[in-house]
Every structure is written in structure tokens, then in C-alpha cells.
């Protein structure tokens, strides 16, 4: 996909702009409690038609929080972020990225995974109620944003599939600097103006689960 942005701002009024500055993606958040940053279906209508891919970003409450990672609010999020996917008419077999935005120390490692293991329930229960009402059974893949070693630790715990990495070059003892090997994401600066809203700037590998419809 090349070069993109993901921002906590709908992006309709400056999706010209956008292109004309070689943004090929953007990443946009889901959320049902903090909702001033959700992509809705008509941002994402606009986004599509304007031939630009969505990357779909789950940090509904505090991403920033170590003490928001656990078992049960991975598994809240996960059901809440796919059932979003799924009324917002995301593609299948495409990414949802769950932020863990702050610099993870060996400390945390456990509550993170067990955060994803939660997500991967909440996946399951999602697809379970899906069934039950007689609805279409959407697959997708859950995936993460985060530092270094966050990427390292969900990629050997397996449950993970699409990987983007945080900026912030102290991180992860200064890991996190270096690209990590595997990336599909991979954010290079935070805070900056473009077409007069605040973004952080991102690059690609290649597929990167961006959609659009």
C-alpha cells in the first residue's frame, strides 16, 4: 500500500489532499465509548470512493493504560471490535490492529497476552452470536499495534496475524527504533500536521489488510 497516516480525525473534507500528498491508506479508529474518533460508514464511503484503503484500528478506551490490558476487557473489546467490522461492512478475512500504545516492559508481557488471548475469545463469542441470529459469519483476523517487544510476544504467542509498529524510538530499550522484522505496518513519526489535521505518518511492507469497499 505504500505510504499512509492513522489519525483520531474523520478525514472526508481532506481526502484530496490526502492524495495529492501520495497517502495511500489511512488508518481510522473503532470505538463505541469514545466515539468522537469512530469511523462511521459514510468516513469510510468517502474514504473508498476517493481509492484510498482503510486500516481499521481498535483503541476504544485507554490504549495508554498498563493496567487496562487483562483478560476480560481483551475479550470485551475483541467481541465489540469485530461486531463493529461486521454492521460497518468491512471485508472479510481482513484486520482489525488492537493498540497496546505505551512502552511495554517484561512486566506487562503476561496482562498483554492475556489481553489477546481475551481478544481471541471475544472473537469466537462474536462469531458464536453471529450464528445464532442468523446472521453472516464474518471472518477476521485479529492483529496488533505496539512497540518492538509487544510485536515479539504476539507474534510467538500465535494469536496475532497482522503486525504494526508503534513510533517511539526509546522503546523496547531502544529496539524500537529498528524496524521490526516482519512488519506489515510500521509508524515513522507521531504529531504531525498534514492537510490541517494532526496524523501520524506510516509506511507499508505491502499488504497490510487495508480495505475498502
Request: proline share 2%; charged share 15%; net charge neutral.
Amino acid at each position: 500500500m505504500g505510504n499512509g497516516i492513522h489519525t483520531a480525525t474523520n478525514v472526508s473534507n481532506v481526502l484530496n489532499c490526502l492524495k495529492s500528498n501520495g497517502k495511500t491508506f489511512v488508518g481510522r479508529y473503532f470505538a463505541v465509548v469514545n466515539t468522537w474518533k469512530a469511523l462511521t460508514r459514510a468516513e469510510a464511503q468517502n474514504i473508498s470512493a476517493a481509492g484510498i484503503y482503510i486500516v481499521s484500528i481498535w483503541e476504544d478506551r485507554d490504549g495508554e493504560d498498563p493496567s487496562y490490558f487483562s483478560y476480560s476487557n481483551g475479550k470485551s473489546d475483541g467481541k465489540n471490535a469485530f461486531n463493529y467490522a461486521a454492521n460497518l461492512g468491512q471485508l472479510a478475512n481482513t484486520p482489525v490492529y488492537f493498540a497496546v500504545d505505551f512502552d511495554a516492559k517484561l512486566s506487562n508481557k503476561q496482562s498483554i497476552l492475556d489481553y489477546f488471548n481475551g481478544a481471541r475469545d471475544g472473537y469466537l463469542q462474536y462469531l458464536h452470536d453471529r450464528h445464532e441470529f442468523g446472521l453472516p459469519e464474518i471472518y477476521y483476523k485479529i492483529s496488533v499495534y505496539g512497540s518492538y517487544d509487544v510485536l515479539t510476544w504476539c507474534k510467538d504467542q500465535g494469536i496475532a496475524t497482522y503486525f504494526f509498529q508503534a513510533y517511539a524510538p526509546g522503546w523496547s530499550s531502544g529496539r524500537n527504533a529498528n524496524p521490526w522484522a516482519g512488519y506489515h505496518l510500521r509508524q515513522v513519526a507521531s504529531n504531525q500536521s498534514l492537510c490541517s489535521i494532526n496524523v501520524n505518518l506510516d509506511v507499508s511492507s505491502g499488504a497490510a489488510g487495508g480495505w475498502k469497499y
